[in-house]
């Protein structure tokens, strides 16, 4: 076996992102400690006994409460490209995350413009609206205006889909410092959004923009994670809560409820091909901004070494 490069492991070739669509989505983990042993990346339980995680083959890993991560598995996961976050219960509340993000300039900066720009920002809007809704958003609105519609249309869409499947249903209602105090229906929405915004999230890092940069959200740090995950939302993770939820209401589970809505999400990512679909529809609705790209300045300094290029445009 030839040896490990700079900055490899032992024994190792150096490990390279591969491409977001050819991932599996994301992994929950509590109660036991991420390391890297014998060169594998892997999960030890309290008795000792390891579980190997194909870490380069995921989109995010969720590392829950009681779960701890070596340093070795933290660099691991940096090099092949795969999302670490830090998340509480059913991966809800979000703490920090393993990537900073912003790993291509020329793709920040055409964000920026877009966002910046209010005419390319609305008509980045309107196409996410119409990549939702799958209709064309009503002619002559506002920004603000878009989003009360999307809102009051997300509403209705809860209340159709809990009578479908006989869940008893009130309102979007979740309280981050109360976990336990949100109903059932509540607490299957708000596992299942978390979900997809860790799969967004990892989309956007991998695509090399911004998570802050949103366009329809604005002032969050995962403000353009929410607009991606908002695209996708009603055709995957939201029907896949209530549909738990209405089995948890019934009596039909043998798992707990935040176990079954996560299981489900990540079948549904599958079937969906979610993981093929997002990146590029990343690109087209920023494209539909009509912006081009910006140019680097003439006095920049050009790249002395060219990198190799593997992975999506965000990986390094």
């Known amino acids: 076996m030839s040896g490990a490069g700079k900055g490899g492991l032992p024994g190792l070739t150096p490990p390279k992102p591969i491409p977001l669509k050819d991932r599996a989505s994301l992994i929950f983990v509590e109660r036991a400690q991420l390391d890297v042993l014998d060169g594998a990346f892997v999960a030890v339980n309290a008795d000792g006994t390891r579980t190997q995680i194909p870490v380069g083959g995921l989109a995010g890993i969720m590392l829950e409460p009681g779960a701890r991560i070596s340093h070795a598995a933290v660099s691991l996961a940096a090099r092949v490209g795969t999302l670490i976050t830090w998340v509480g219960e059913a991966g809800v509340r979000l703490y920090s995350s393993g990537q900073p993000g912003g790993a291509r300039a020329d793709r920040l900066l055409w964000q920026a413009s877009l966002a910046l720009n209010d005419e390319a920002r609305l008509r980045v809007v ?43 249903w009130k309102r979007r209602s979740y309280d981050r410092k109360d976990w ?19 799969l967004s999230e990892a ?10 940069v949103g366009f329809l959200h604005s002032g969050k740090p995962l403000s353009f994670v929410y607009d991606v995950a908002d695209i996708f939302k009603m055709e995957t993770v939201v029907p896949e809560a209530f549909r738990i939820a209405g089995k948890a209401e019934k009596g039909r589970l ?37 912006l081009p790209r910006p140019e680097p ?20």
Do not use: W
């Open 297 to 316: 300045p003439p006095e920049a300094v050009p790249v002395a070494f060219e990198d190799e290029t593997f992975g999506d445009p965000g990986h390094r």
């Open 254 to 290: 043998d798992m707990s409820p935040d176990r079954a809505v996560r299981l489900a999400c990540r079948d549904r990512f599958r079937k969906e091909k979610l993981l093929e679909r997002i990146i590029p529809t990343i690109e087209q609705v920023l494209s539909a901004g009509g």
């Open 126 to 168: 309107r196409e996410m609206y119409k990549r939702r809704f799958k209709e064309e958003p009503p002619a002559r609105r506002s920004v603000d205006q878009l989003r009360g519609i999307e809102g009051a249309r997300v509403r209705e869409s809860y209340a159709l889909l809990a009578a479908q499947y006989g869940v008893s």
């Open 180 to 198: 336990d105090g949100s109903d059932i229906p509540n607490r299957c929405l708000s596992a299942a959004t978390a979900c997809l915004h860790g």
């Open 203 to 212: 989309a956007v890092l991998a695509a090399g923009y911004a998570p802050a």
